[in-house]
């Protein structure tokens, strides 16, 4: 079975300042791994995603994880926080790219900026 | 990529009735997701709909509860069949496609009063 830890219901930081959501996996098999963002009243779109290859990976929105495959961890980081980042922020997890095979999520967190 | 088109988009239902939830894919794919997220939680997956065989449910979910019809390889329902306050969340459509990650409607918000 799979399954996903955030850690940290809740962040806040300040405008500008660094953004880390911390995400570990448990997985029995190389996990694909993504980070979702939810804003309010809206659906879910893909911020980034680990499928194999290079562990650094960037996406939408200045967003970039990183898979530690020795710590079992897929952290999301931004240098620079902006206003519009406030939003819930999910980490899921998948044993395949299989069109068929479903993904785990984390509880999720939610992010405040600080003016 | 998917665009999936989901509806409702929210309603307000009596406790005891059923609502049917609609959600159409602008392209062909073998599986789709249902998934409930309930009021300040994470999303917990409801079944897999396979089109042209019985869905199959999760753990803690029932057919007789959220039966779910796959008519065809764009189209998918969801029913949410007598309803308590309990079942007030929302719920989501999701797919997965050759790039790996999966799409998402923007979800059905219900509120069971």
């Known amino acids: 079975a799979q399954s996903v830890t955030q850690l940290g219901s809740h962040v806040s930081v300040s405008e500008g300042a660094l953004v880390l959501l911390r995400c570990n996996y448990s997985?029995?098999?190389?996990?694909?791994l993504f980070w979702y963002v939810q804003y309010p009243n809206q659906g879910l779109q893909l911020l980034l995603k680990?499928?194999?290859?290079?562990?650094l990976v960037k996406g939408i929105n200045g967003f970039e994880a990183e898979f530690k495959k020795s710590e079992t961890s897929f952290h999301l980081t931004k240098p620079s926080a902006h206003m519009s980042d406030a939003a819930e922020y999910f980490c899921?997890?998948?044993?395949?790219?299989?069109?068929?095979?479903?993904?785990?999520f984390g509880t999720g967190t939610r992010l405040t900026i600080i003016p | 990529s998917a665009v999936i088109s989901q509806k409702p988009s929210r309603d307000i239902c009596q406790r005891g009735t059923s609502l049917t939830i609609q959600c159409q894919v602008d392209s062909q794919v073998t599986m789709m997701f249902w998934y409930r997220q309930q009021p300040g939680q994470s999303l917990t997956l409801i079944a897999t709909a396979n089109q042209g065989s019985e869905a199959t449910y999760e753990s803690g979910f029932v057919i007789d509860k959220f039966p779910i019809s796959r008519p065809n390889l764009t189209f998918s329902t969801l029913t949410v069949s007598n309803m308590s306050p309990e079942d007030s969340s929302i719920y989501l459509c999701s797919v997965r496609t050759g790039e790996h990650e999966a799409f998402f409607g923007q979800g059905t918000r219900l509120t069971v009063v």
């Open positions: 680990y499928t194999t290859g290079a562990t």
């Open positions: 899921a997890v998948s044993r395949s790219n299989f069109g068929n095979e479903k993904l785990t």
């Open positions: 997985s029995s098999v190389p996990p694909y």
